[in-house]
């Protein structure tokens, strides 16, 4: 039988709903913005916003517009802290040597989620990438990149087909997934997988404002990058 949720377990979820609105917006957004997404009344939005706010996980800057707060940061790198410890130094050198924001997924009950993220420093204009953010497994390059490594028990486990997507039997082919537009429009991503025993599926990826011309050396680069994540990792 069916059970009502109780107001508690109602105000938990709509907490957490607010935090992945926050968490896939491309920038501060409005508390009307976050009413409407959660579908409730501005006045339930401010009482659900201080609360938030007053354990960090939300801030709210001069404007008046709200983003994550630096406590999100702290919960997101205690999910797989070995492998975020092991990932921070290749993801840095791959930001900084190739002017892109590198991030690292991981596949997590059907959606790919963002574990950590380097945007490069020496570079005019670069694409964030929140740590926390998720999307559905079947678009951009690192679901596609996560579901090419993965055996069809796995995948039957994860998505309930046993058969992989034109997608990622390319991305096996190649080596690497590419996609365009697929999660953000006008955004690029390139990834490829990176398989730890006793750790989640995941992947490291780059995104960018368009197909690099040196497409090669870019996938050279995500490879040996997870090549010393995995190193690290020993």
Request: proline share 7%.
């Amino acid at each position: 039988m069916a059970t009502t949720p109780t107001a508690g377990s109602q105000t938990l979820a709509r907490g957490l709903r607010a935090l992945e609105v926050l968490a896939e917006a491309r920038s501060p957004i409005s508390i009307a913005r976050l009413s409407e997404e959660l579908g409730v009344h501005r006045s339930n939005t401010y009482r659900l916003l201080r609360t938030l706010e007053e354990h960090r996980f939300a801030i709210r800057d001069d404007a008046g517009l709200i983003r994550l707060g630096p406590r999100i940061a702290a919960l997101a790198h205690g999910v797989a802290p070995q492998l975020n410890t092991a990932a921070a130094p290749a993801l840095t050198e791959l930001a900084h040597g190739l002017g892109m924001t590198a991030f690292l997924t991981v596949l997590d009950a059907g959606d790919i989620v963002t574990l950590a993220s380097v945007e490069p420093g020496n570079v005019d204009a670069s694409i964030a990438r929140n740590p926390g953010v998720r999307h559905p497994w079947d678009r951009g390059a690192p679901g596609h990149a996560i579901e090419s490594a993965l055996s069809p028990a796995e995948r039957e486990a994860a998505f309930g087909a046993a058969d992989p997507s034109p997608a990622a039997v390319e991305a096996r082919e190649l080596g690497y997934a590419l996609s365009e537009s697929e999660v953000i429009e006008g955004v690029t991503s390139i990834a490829v997988p990176l398989r730890i025993p006793g750790e989640p599926p995941a992947a490291i990826a780059i995104v960018h404002f368009r197909v690099p011309d040196s497409l090669d050396t870019v996938t050279a680069r995500l490879h040996r990058a997870a090549r010393e994540v995995l190193a690290s990792y020993r």
